[in-house]
Nanobody, 126 residues
């Protein structure tokens, strides 16, 4: 059974930083592309970053480029997202996800991912 568990969310002041972590189990971690998304109330999930199975292909959304950094640790089966210079408009629920098939190219599209975590709330105060 595939399981993804996010941690590291919380409340932070504007300008601050957070590191979100996602522990992945139930699939061969080193073979899968992984992504981070966020969701605002009443909106669809928004792509933030994705990292390829080998760690060599990385994609970022233009909206957060320069303020986020994705990385993976194959030894710990975790994928991390560092958020910097946070703004109140970054307040959302943040999700990690594993792409549906192994290998290939990391996708920006939520429907290419079929395993999701439960989400972690990030709240940025002004």
């Amino acid at each position: 059974q595939v399981q993804l568990v996010e941690s590291g969310g919380g409340m932070v002041q504007a300008g601050g930083s957070l590191i979100l972590s996602c522990a992945v189990s139930g699939l061969p971690f080193s073979r899968y592309n992984l992504g981070w998304f966020r969701q605002f109330p009443g909106k669809d999930r928004e792509f933030l970053a994705a990292i390829g199975w080998s760690g060599e292909r990385i994609k970022y959304a233009d909206s957060v480029k320069g303020r986020v950094d994705i990385s993976k640790d194959n030894a710990k089966n975790t994928v991390n997202l560092r958020l910097t210079n946070l703004k109140p408009e970054d307040t959302a629920v943040y999700y990690c996800a594993a792409q549906g098939s192994p290998y290939g190219v990391p996708s920006r599209t939520p429907n290419q991912y079929n395993s999701w975590g439960q989400g972690t709330q990030v709240t940025v105060s002004s």
